[in-house]
């Protein structure tokens, strides 16, 4: 019993350790792992720090076919929330960022959700990003794309006009451009640009990208867009990709009505868009995942970054962001946040299951190790105490025939100890012994003696003996797991839900 008792105190502090590191920890360490890029020819005083987030995609309705009331739907979107609210908010914002960039796919069903439901998720993303709470005066710019899962594709438009001009109401206008520092920053609404010919959407995004000029070279362009730019199948994405490349797919409506879903530009577009605005780097999102490749132009190599999605729900478990730097080199940042307690609740069970009765001093090669630490123990004990004795006896002092000083110790009598056994009786030396009493040997309550005799019940069936024992330890044995389980349950559960709500609450 003291064995489990330990067992449970141990397995409760550990999982206290667990839950601080993963709903705390882990956020700090990651923040301790991200620095702001810069350069020796810009100090980082002299940068524009901009932070960039991709794809929150909040749920919805629409992600996992369940109805709004439904409990399982609503775990979810609280448990992704949450995890998305704590990363902004104990990672990117102690970075005191500039600007804060979002590249599209704010929600996950947005075209298709009612009005009512989209200002729900919309409430919430503020909620998420602390868009309603002002930490900085003036107030941090923000600036938004637009991605599918926001407008849907080109088809979507013509038959739903409604949705664009419902997002443009709250996040402004789909095509613009932005200055931080001394980089230009070019937004394009990319759902549009590989519609329909006659489409007014396309042709209102391509006339904004025909109007700006490539510009002065000291002011270079970042292009910023939801769908990456084409490139072709298998082609390799880094090292910082934990899923399966993407290939090209691509769904058109019937009768030349414009797009349902693409995973890249067309080749035409993407080649279109770098000629036009020649940008020195290429921002997207859309993939979840991380991906840099460099794309080969007339005018020089263009490297774009695909950034992964900031929520792990979305298929990415490394949720990342990016810190950049507006100076002469720009370069990427992630951070990997995610906390599994999967794998020790398993190990929980386990150790609650298969721990010995006695303790792992019950096993033999533990029993042994045990032994051979104890007499290694004993051996320096006793030296240190042989030594102490030596320094402690008494010395008689004694000269020699030279008159050179020596000291001699003196000999100690030892006094015969008297056994507890033993009792004086009456005078002289006369000692009485009592009686030896047989000692019985107590039967070790760990050790299991299966008795080979059979009990007959009422009936006249046999039932063996030692079954019975068997499944009374089982027994006992199960009732130990859920009382040790209760016990972790209610030393931890408070500690994880004051972690859990902490960030929960508006500042």
Not at 258 to 268: A, D, F, P, V
């Amino acid at each position: 019993m003291q064995s489990a008792t330990r067992l449970t105190l141990l397995l409760c502090a550990a999982w206290a350790a667990a839950l601080l590191y993963g709903e705390a920890g882990a956020y700090w360490a990651s923040y301790l792992a991200c620095s702001w890029p810069s350069s020796p020819s810009s100090p980082p005083n002299n940068l524009v720090k901009v932070a960039v987030v991709a794809d929150p995609q909040l749920m919805d309705s629409t992600s996992l076919g369940l109805p709004r009331s439904s409990i399982a739907l609503q775990a979810a979107e609280f448990y992704t929330d949450l995890n998305m609210r704590r990363s902004f908010q104990s990672v990117i914002l102690p970075f005191k960022p500039d600007v804060v960039l979002f590249l599209g796919d704010h929600f996950d069903g947005g075209p298709y959700m009612s009005d009512e439901e989209w200002h729900e998720s919309l409430y919430r993303f503020k909620h998420i990003f602390s868009l309603n709470e002002q930490r900085t005066k003036p107030p941090l710019p923000i600036y938004y794309l637009s991605g599918n899962h926001d407008i849907g594709y080109s088809a979507f438009h013509s038959v739903h006009p409604e949705v664009l001009s419902r997002y443009e109401k709250e996040f402004g206008s789909r095509n613009y451009q932005f200055s931080a520092g001394k980089v230009e920053f070019v937004v394009v609404d990319a759902q549009t640009l590989d519609g329909a010919k006659g489409s007014k959407e396309r042709s209102s995004s391509w006339e904004f990208i025909k109007m700006l000029s490539p510009g002065n070279a000291s002011n270079p362009k970042v292009l910023l867009t939801h769908i990456p730019l084409y490139r072709p199948d298998n082609t390799p994405c880094g090292p910082h990709r934990s899923s399966p490349i993407i290939n090209q797919r691509v769904s058109y409506a019937a009768a030349d009505q414009g797009i349902t879903y693409q995973n890249y530009l067309s080749k035409e577009t993407s080649d279109l868009l770098l000629s036009l605005l020649k940008p020195v780097l290429v921002l997207s999102g859309h993939d979840h995942d991380q991906c840099t490749i460099v794309h080969s132009t007339p005018f020089g190599p263009v490297t774009e970054h695909t950034l992964g999605t900031i929520s792990w729900q979305q298929g990415n478990l490394y949720p990342s962001f990016m810190l950049l730097s507006a100076g002469p080199k720009l370069s990427q940042n992630s951070t990997d946040l995610k906390h599994e307690y999967i794998c020790q609740f398993v190990v929980t069970i386990l150790m609650l299951v298969f721990w010995p009765t006695n303790g792992l001093s019950s096993l033999p090669y533990v029993s042994a190790l045990v032994s051979f630490m104890r007499s290694v123990g004993a051996e320096l004990f006793s030296r240190t105490k042989e030594k102490d004795d030596e320094e402690d006896g008494e010395y008689d002092m004694i000269f020699d025939a030279e008159g050179n000083m020596q000291y001699i110790k003196k000999a100690v009598v030892k006094v015969p100890s008297v056994s507890s056994d033993y009792r004086t009786m009456g005078r002289g030396s006369v000692v009485a012994r009592p009686t030896v009493r047989k000692q019985q040997l107590e039967p070790d309550p760990s050790v299991l003696v299966e008795m080979s005799s059979e009990m007959i019940s009422e009936d006249g069936g046999k039932l063996s003996r030692s079954s019975k024992t068997k499944i009374r330890r089982v027994l006992q044995r199960l009732f130990r797991v859920i009382q040790s389980i209760v016990i972790i349950a209610a030393v931890n559960l408070p500690l994880y839900m004051m972690l859990l709500f902490k960030d929960w609450i508006d500042r």
